[in-house]
């Protein structure tokens, strides 16, 4: 099975700040890897796939880069209703596992 | 506009059985494929069971042998069917579709999700 691990875990930050949020996979993915960004008591939702590609409707500010085992979540200048917890997933290879999040927090 | 809405979820003992389902509109999800990823209180998200538009199915270690994901191809529904439930199932059970374009696979829509309660 293929093992994902985000870092950080959390991190705390201001309006306007850039943020990245690295994900890596135990073997190669190529780029079937996606970023999810989830709020208290909703459901995820779809913000960037195939490493690159930002869902319809998601903001420029979110960007995805990377490749095979590592992979990197960009948002540029932080806006107030981006604090929440980000995934990552990887879509390769069943079980289509997880990483364990990434808490965005108010500085 | 795509809508999937779960049901199903409830309070339920130990060793019992629970039958979820995922009601689509705007998509088919016979053409679909489509998966469960439930997270349990308080902690992250985690992928349940997929079955792929050709029908091949995989399950998490974790409910390999006891679920079942399958499709109600006349309610256009997803189902999820959980036996010999345990305590540590709980959780809020989501559906989702799984996008699937060259080279890549998204979850792009989810449900709101339905909560299962296990405890005696």
């Known amino acids: 099975d293929i093992q994902m691990t985000q870092s950080p875990s959390s991190l705390s930050a201001s309006v306007g700040d850039r943020v990245a949020i690295t994900c890596r996979a135990s073997q190669s993915i190529i780029k079937y890897l996606n970023w999810y960004q989830q709020k208290p008591g909703k459901a995820p939702t779809l913000l960037i796939y195939g490493a690159s590609n930002l869902q319809r409707g998601v903001p420029s500010r979110f960007s995805g880069s990377g490749s095979a085992t590592e992979f990197t979540l960009t948002i540029n200048s932080l806006q107030p209703e981006d604090f929440a917890t980000y995934y990552c997933q990887q879509t390769y290879s069943p079980p289509l596992t997880f990483g364990p999040g990434t808490k965005v927090d108010r500085k | 506009e795509v809508q999937l809405v779960e049901s199903g979820g409830e309070l339920i003992q130990p060793g019992e059985s629970l039958r979820l389902s995922c009601a689509a509109s705007?998509?088919?999800?016979?053409?679909?494929?489509m998966t469960w990823v439930r997270q349990a209180p308080g902690a992250g998200l985690e992928w349940v069971s997929v079955i792929y538009a050709d029908g091949r199915t995989f399950y998490g270690d974790s409910v390999k042998g006891r679920f079942t994901i399958s499709k109600d191809n006349s309610r256009n529904a997803l189902v999820l069917q959980m036996d010999r439930l345990r305590v540590d199932d709980t959780a809020m059970y989501y559906c989702a579709r799984l996008l699937t374009a060259p080279g890549t696979m998204g979850l792009d829509y989810w449900g709101q999700g339905t909560p299962v309660t296990v405890s005696s």
């Open positions: 705007g998509i088919t999800v016979t053409s679909s494929s």
